[in-house]
C-alpha cells in the first residue's frame, strides 16, 4: 500500500508484459509478432466499509507483421487488435457507483513502396479499422435509487486509402505530396473526406533534419476528461451526425 493508516488504506498495483517475436525467412522477408498487456488499479479501501473506491485501466495489444522487401518494390502487410478498458468504482455504506468502458479496434493495413528510378518513389497503400466501443451507461445500485442500465455499444467502420510520390534531388532534400481518402461509416452517419498533405524535409547529417509539413486530417474518436492524462473517469464518443 502507498499510505495506509488506522481508517483507510491507498494502493497502486500495475504490471506490463511485452513479448516479440521474429523470424526471418530470407534477407528480404521479415515475420514479426508483437504483444502487449498491461494492468494499472487504483484503490482505496476504508477498513470501516464506509467508502471504497477504484481506478482500473487495461491494455492488451497483439499484431502481426509479414514485410517483404525488393530492390524497386517492397510491401509491408500488418494485422492488429487491441483493447483498451478502464473502470471506476464507488462504494459506500448503502450505495454503489459502477461506470465501465471499453473500446476494441481490429485493423489491417497494406504499405507498398515502388522505387521508379531517377530519384523518384511511389508509396500507396490501404488500411480498414473496425472499431466497438462500449458506451459510458453505469449503474447505480443503493438504498435511494435501484437502476442498472442496458450495456449498449457503438460499432464504426473506417476504410482508407492512400498515395503519395517523394523527389529527391540530392541527399539533403526530400519532397513530398499526397493524399488520402477515407470512408467513414458509424450507423447512419457517413463521412467520406479527401485530404492533401506535402512534406519539404532538408537533412543536415545522418542524425539530424528539420521538415515543414502541412496536411488536413480527420479525428473519429474523441475523448472528453478532466485532466491532461487520461484516466478512468474519462467519456469518449466516436463521431456521428451529432458530433462530426
Known sequence: PLLENEDNRIRYDFFDTNLTFLYKKDTNSTFSINALLGKDLLACHSKESFL????????????????????????????????????LRVVMTEFSINIPN????????????????????????????????????????????????????????????????????????????GAKATFYSNGDFNHLPINPCATIRYKFNKNNSTALHAGIYNQYIHQAGFSANGLPTDFWFMSDSQLP
Request: proline share 1%; hydrophobic share 30%.
Open 52 to 87: 471504497d473506491f477504484e481506478l482500473g485501466w487495461n491494455n492488451t495489444a497483439i499484431s502481426a507483421s509479414y514485410e517483404h522487401v525488393d530492390k524497386t518494390v517492397s510491401h509491408k502487410t500488418n494485422v492488429a487488435f487491441s483493447r483498451f478498458d478502464n473502470k
Open 102 to 177: 471499453n473500446i476494441n479496434l481490429i485493423s489491417i493495413k497494406e504499405l507498398i513502396k515502388i522505387d521508379l528510378g531517377k530519384n523518384w518513389d511511389i508509396k500507396t497503400g490501404g488500411a480498414f479499422e473496425y472499431t466497438k466501443m462500449q458506451n459510458n451507461t453505469g449503474n447505480t445500485e443503493g438504498l435511494y435509487n435501484n437502476n442498472t442500465q442496458h450495456i449498449t455499444y457503438t460499432e464504426t467502420t473506417e476504410t482508407r486509402i492512400h498515395s503519395d510520390i517523394t523527389y529527391s534531388p540530392n541527399e539533403k532534400w526530400h519532397l513530398c505530396a
